[in-house]
């Protein structure tokens, strides 16, 4: 298996643009957890979903952002408008079921200027 | 609510034993995890612990865990370069299904 696969790998864009960010999550899984990773924060979870329905989306940090699943293979999450303090690297997860390991992405790292 | 702590750093000896260590909060947590993450990667599965288990070896790993004081160790034996990573400690907190995690601790191993 190719394994959990995002794209893109690296975004540069300016303030106020929208930005979407894609994964793709390992065949057969039916979790998938969007995190963020920034110096100062750490890594947070953002929101996860469990057969494509959203589960917990309280680590959302404000209505800039959304996240989708409209199928077992895809999902998206995107930033409108994004802002330079959205800078970070974005990691998507998926695993088996919610209680069962997790497998990363190899992350977008994400700067707005 | 959740907390988990870490020390930022450790650097040791290449050879030598590394143990780092983890304090977390909430007493009802069912599994204990360490993540690898190398430069520019996703994190890594190293191993889990359940709650009811003191200890649990795995070749170099060994994790070690006091449940009355909520803290949670890996040492690494015979710690070669590529062992160079930033190791996050998490815990799955009892009747959540999601992951809370340190911020990760930088090993630096040095010739």
């Known amino acids: 298996d190719a394994g959990v696969i995002q794209s893109p790998r690296h975004e540069v864009t300016e303030m106020g643009q929208e930005v979407t960010l894609r994964c793709k999550p390992i065949s057969g899984h039916n979790s998938l957890f969007w995190y963020r990773q920034t110096m100062m924060r750490g890594l947070e979870l953002l929101i996860y979903?469990?057969?494509?329905?959203?589960?917990?989306d309280s680590g959302m940090p404000e209505d800039r952002f959304s996240a989708k699943m409209p199928n077992a293979s895809f999902s998206t999450l995107k930033i409108q408008p994004s802002e330079p303090r959205d800078s970070a690297v974005y990691f998507c997860?998926?695993?088996?079921?919610?209680?069962?390991?997790?497998?990363f992405g190899p992350g977008t790292r994400l700067t707005v200027l | 609510g959740e907390d988990v702590e870490q020390s930022l750093f450790l650097s040791v000896r290449e050879g030598d034993s590394s143990v780092i260590n983890c304090t977390y909060t909430d007493s009802s947590s069912t599994y204990l995890y360490w993540y690898k993450q190398e430069p520019g990667a996703g994190l890594q599965l190293l191993t889990y612990?359940?709650?009811?288990?003191d200890m649990k070896q795995d070749q170099r790993l060994t994790v070690l865990l006091n449940k009355k004081d909520k803290h949670l160790s890996l040492r690494i034996a015979d710690t070669q370069t590529g062992d160079s990573a930033i190791y996050f400690c998490a815990e799955r907190a009892g009747g959540y299904n999601k992951l809370i995690f340190g911020a990760g601790t930088r090993l630096a191993v040095h010739p």
């Open positions: 979903f469990n057969n494509n329905v959203p589960i917990d």
């Open positions: 612990i359940f709650s009811n288990m």
């Open positions: 997860a998926s695993s088996p079921g919610l209680a069962d390991e997790q497998f």
